[in-house]
């Protein structure tokens, strides 16, 4: 079957990411979902690709199939048609015990090692700026298989390091020296995988399998990888790029705006 | 049968100065707002919050200076503002102690606190700052007495049974009063919570004292009907508050939608101390329940009413 893509003034950069999110689940996965754009992009991938794809909101939803975009993971919507509603002691005693794939993350700040911040700009004792503190973050990303953030793209969010270690990359501290060591040492039998992706507003990214380093996988269209790598203040690597992110299809854009997010809650309209 | 049913004025009375309290509900929805509003016209200070997540009850009580220690993991309005500012402020201006724990392990804390365990054993977060020694903020404090507050922040462990590795032990909670905001309580205090009931049985079952607010109060025999449907126990409940659309801002479940509008407003207005107050000047000093619902009006609370099919509201604006 052909794709449909979508040409440049088609889409906005919320679909691009909303799609290219979508992407990344596969059918029949079990797939943890925060709030905003990934609900978007999960609902949209299980209209697509992954019919028989299980989501699970934290505040207690297991296997929801709500018929209008809930506005956050606590939203009445959430429950209506889903296999049990709950609270949060199932949403995490089930994501201990190993059954999910995938979680869709945000944050402030990340570093190369997929380190990422939600909790302080600045010295944690003495901060800039108070964020909203981890949520269930790090939770996610040392449950599940396979994690991936969405972020906005800007020198002053791609940092060397992180201000806070809020949730856990690749290099994680060892306390209480607070050296970095590979997460797999440092997780132990409890080590289930962690960042697969990063997709910003700027490229895809993914993490070496050794090295545990980002690297830049496609750039989103109009971007080059110079340009990307000048957007990082540590030394992304630009060597393994596969190409450009695939655009959004016209079918995925009607289904984005006139079946998932037709309020404009999460993706705006371009025009 | 022991009359459990007492006034808003009389449930903020029961809360002390000191007091450490949980809430019911989940960021921005089912929040105990009307005693939140009615602690703060009562000058509560000193309040101890232990939650597993905060929202805007948290800003409010933070922003009216209520609070002294907040242990928790994420505060915000979810898309109707982003961070807590209120509590973002206090704490750059060092007017409040900020001990951060994983959603997770403040979720584990309540589940060992209310199984009558010392503390729980999980996986989470390791190697993250949230387990950096130097920033165990009560302890920097020297509020670690043992006693209400735990000895250690968290203890590393290894599985002793199964050799499964790594482990963090997180201390139970010990909370004083659990304040929820409910659909349905019985008259003797059996709850029943319709939707997610988010971590309400745990709140509830850890504190010492439970104060429910509902909806409604309805005859404990309808109840008891299908006790099956029932979500905390008529024992666990030591008081009780009938109070209609008490969790406004924030939404219940088959009642009404969460107020985005006022939660942006709320969030815009309040990131200075003097935006707070002129705010609380405006919605909670010289206010009681009913004059807030009045001001509110007919039309706001018409819009946020939430379809008894669906459970939501089908007229409430959400998006641009």
């Known amino acids: 079957m052909s794709k449909n893509y979508a040409s440049a003034e088609e889409y906005g950069l919320a679909d691009l990411l909303c799609c290219a999110a979508a992407r990344e689940v596969a059918d029949n996965e079990i797939v943890f979902a925060g709030t905003g754009l990934p609900m978007v992009a999960i609902m949209l991938a299980q209209k697509t690709h992954a019919p028989n794809l299980k989501l699970i909101f934290e505040a207690g939803t297991l296997d929801g199939r709500p018929p209008e975009i809930p506005t956050s993971v606590g939203d009445a919507r959430c429950e209506m048609g889903a296999s049990r509603a709950s609270g949060l002691y199932d949403a995490f005693s089930i994501a201990q015990r190993g059954y999910v794939d995938l979680g869709f993350l945000g944050g402030a700040e990340v570093d190369q090692y997929g380190n990422v911040n939600t909790t302080c700009i600045g010295d944690y004792l003495n901060p800039d700026l108070r964020l909203t503190g981890s949520g269930g973050n790090p939770d996610i990303n ?61 490229g895809v990214f993914r993490f070496d399998a050794g090295s545990g380093r980002m690297y830049l996988d496609t750039c989103h269209p109009g971007k080059s990888p110079a340009e990307i790598k000048g957007l990082c203040q540590f030394d992304l690597d630009i060597s393994r790029v596969s190409g450009e992110t695939l655009p959004p299809t016209r079918e995925e854009l009607h289904l984005i ?11 705006p309209r371009v025009k | 049968m022991n009359d459990k ?17 949980t809430f019911s509900g989940f960021t921005i ?24 997540q905060g929202g805007p009850h948290t800003e409010f009580l933070v ?34 102690i900020v001990e951060d724990y994983s959603h997770a392990e403040m979720m584990f804390r309540f589940a060992a606190g209310a199984s009558g365990a010392p503390y729980a054993a999980t996986q989470t977060s390791l190697g993250t700052d949230i387990h950096n020694p130097a920033y165990d903020m009560l302890g920097l404090a020297g ?71 509902a909806e409604e109060i309805v005859p404990e025999e309808y109840l008891r009907r299908n006790a099956d449907q029932n979500t905390i126990a008529s024992f666990e409940v030591d008081h009780i508050v009938e109070c209609p659309f008490g969790a406004h801002p924030t939404g219940m479940f088959g009642r009404y939608d969460v107020d ?16 707070f107050d002129a705010f609380a000047k405006e919605w909670i000093h010289g206010l009681d329940n009913l004059s807030y619902l009045e001001k509110l009006g007919w039309g706001r609370m018409l819009n946020l009413k939430a ?14």
């Open chain 2, 260 to 275: 985005g509008a006022f939660l942006k407003d709320f969030y815009a207005r309040t990131r200075s101390q003097e935006g």
């Open chain 1, 142 to 202: 040392s449950f599940a298989q396979r994690t991936v953030f969405i972020m906005v793209h800007e020198p002053r969010r791609f940092v060397e390091n992180v201000s806070y270690i809020t949730s856990p990359g690749w290099r994680v501290k060892k306390w209480p020296g607070g050296e970095l060591v590979p997460r797999q040492e440092l997780y132990g039998a409890a080590f289930r995988g962690g960042p697969s992706a990063v997709i910003s507003t700027a």
């Open chain 2, 63 to 96: 922003g009216a200076g209520c609070v002294d220690i907040w242990e928790s993991c994420w505060v915000g309005h979810e898309l109707y503002g982003k961070y807590g500012a209120n509590l973002s402020r206090k704490v750059g201006a060092k007017e409040i």
């Open chain 2, 143 to 213: 509020k670690r007495d043992g006693q209400r507050i735990a000895k250690h922040k968290y203890v590393f462990s290894d599985d002793p049974f199964y050799g499964a590795g790594a482990q963090v032990l997180v201390p139970a909670a010990k909370v004083d009063i659990a304040v929820m905001c409910v659909q349905q309580v019985g008259e003797e205090g059996t709850v029943r919570v319709n939707g997610q009931y988010y971590s309400d049985p745990e709140a509830a079952r850890t504190a010492d004292l439970t104060i429910v607010m």
């Open chain 2, 307 to 320: 379809n008894t099919a669906l459970n939501y509201s089908t007229s409430v604006k959400r998006g641009q």
């Open chain 2, 29 to 52: 929805w089912r929040r105990p707002m009307a005693i939140v509003c009615e602690l703060i016209r009562q000058q509560r200070r000193n309040l101890h919050l232990i939650e597993v």
């Open chain 1, 257 to 267: 705006h006139e079946v998932l997010d037709p309020e404009q809650i999460f993706i």
């Open chain 2, 5 to 21: 049913r007492i006034t808003l004025q009389q449930a903020a009375e029961i809360i002390k100065d000191g007091a450490s309290l």
